[in-house]
């Protein structure tokens, strides 16, 4: 009796105890919600530049919090499908930077110009301004922020197709038919050819350049574009060139037109101020054994 007792105040308690509350979404899940929304948006004006010679987008913290106060991000929140949450203040908009922050979607930036670069040891290059990472984010108005989240696409998706159809097809080679392995095989020895055509070309080059540069100096380069950084025709044009050194040319700096100096008189004319220069003829002898002197006297018209 004792046991059944026992046993029907426990089923009562746990009948009796409430459900347990519903768990709230994952942190990182809100994180990349905010995240999807935010990448991309016309308002935050991402660019490119380099992080440790990579390619990435950046953007400035005060669009983050124009993007995240907008219409269109309060009409999404809305929508409890989209897993946004609600953003009505700055200090929202701020929270929900912050958990992008922790989540290492973005991290703050440090903008180098050209001589920092330098200083640092990178490259810089044109167009496309280098960045340092920050271990600590300020949250100031014009403070950068560079993204570590990439949207995904259905790119992503046909590309992944598209590698393990590739995968596949390789690893079934030996199933092929007897035309396409035979194709495949011709192809091969017209890269290896057209490869071994670019290293013979290369040597014979150097040897004629070496040659004529003792005969017939300054030398003589076949094919001088073949390691510029052009197109794959251009890389063959022109046939030959000699040996010269580029000179840039140094335009001539436009000289400043001499000035005029007006003076206005009370009925609003202007007139223009003349000038007229006397020498006396005492001046004019010492001025052959000496330097002349000038007088400037102003003569009312």
Known sequence: ??????????????????????????????ALNIASFLRNHKLLKQRQGLLQGNSIDFFRFKRAIRALLSEEYSKKSSNPKNGLPPITNEDHAKAAFILLIKSKLLIPGNKLSSS???????????????????????????????????????????????????IFTIILFPLWPFFMRRGVWYLSMAMLGFIALFFVIAIIRLILFGITYFLLSPGIWIFPNLFEDVGFIDSFIPLYEWNYPKVKNSKSKSKPKPKTNVIKNSNAESIPQSTTTTTTSSEKSESNSTKGKVTLEEVEE
């Open 116 to 166: 920092e670069t330098r200083e640092n040891n990178l490259i810089p290059k044109k167009g496309l301004p280098t960045f340092l990472p920050l271990q600590r984010a300020e949250l100031t108005p014009d403070e950068y922020y560079i993204w570590f989240y990439k949207k995904k696409s259905p790119w992503d998706l046909i590309i992944a197709i598209g590698i393990v159809i590739g």
């Open 1 to 30: 009796m004792s046991q059944q007792q026992g046993q029907s105040q426990t089923h009562q308690t746990q009948a009796q105890s409430p459900s347990p509350p519903p768990q709230q979404q994952p942190v990182d899940v809100i």
